[in-house]
Structures are given as C-alpha cells and as structure tokens.
C-alpha cells in the first residue's frame, strides 16, 4: 500500500497545533511567534524530483520571498538589517 505524504507545508505559527510549535519550537531552537510563517521541506538526498514536484517548489519558494520582502519593505528595514538578522539565523542552526 502506497501512501501520498506531503512533502512540503507552509503555515502561520498560530494556525498550527501546540505540540506542533512545540516540536518546532525545539528543532530550530527558540520560541516563534504567532506571526511567524513555518516552511518544512522534506526530501530525499541524491533523489532527483520530476518536473512538476520542481514547479511547485520553485513556486512555493518564490511566494516565501515576495512575502519576506514585502514583509520587510513594511517593516521599514534597511537591506543590512536583513543580511544581520539572516546571518544571525544561519550561525544559530550551526551551533
């Protein structure tokens, strides 16, 4: 039996349940906030995807960062910020 699993999910902090913060919450080793948005992807390392399975996920991607960016035109931040707060993200996961 074969089962269809989603292998990517993008959703708002607050829609998400308890023990699915929570669990996020410890992989990426801090509190969220409600208004945070969570992207998971899953794959599998050296398997190629087919093109639709490509599409989407450039697609997907693609909308993440127009929102990030005009999230952080709203937000009045300076490109620097940015770089800032994404190295910052970067060297959090690697510690």
Not at 56 to 72: F, G, P, Y
């Amino acid at each position: 039996m074969t089962q269809s699993i989603q292998t990517s999910v993008d959703r708002t902090v607050s829609d998400i349940t308890p023990n699915q913060r929570h669990a996020i919450e410890e992989l990426v080793g801090g509190d969220l906030a409600p208004d945070q948005r969570i992207f998971v992807l899953a794959y599998r390392p050296g398997v190629e995807p087919n093109e639709a399975d490509k599409s989407v996920a450039r697609s997907r991607i693609e909308e993440l960062l127009t929102k990030a960016h005009t999230n952080a035109h709203q937000q009045d931040l300076a490109p620097t910020e940015i770089e800032a707060a994404i190295a910052e993200a970067i060297q959090s996961t690697d510690e």
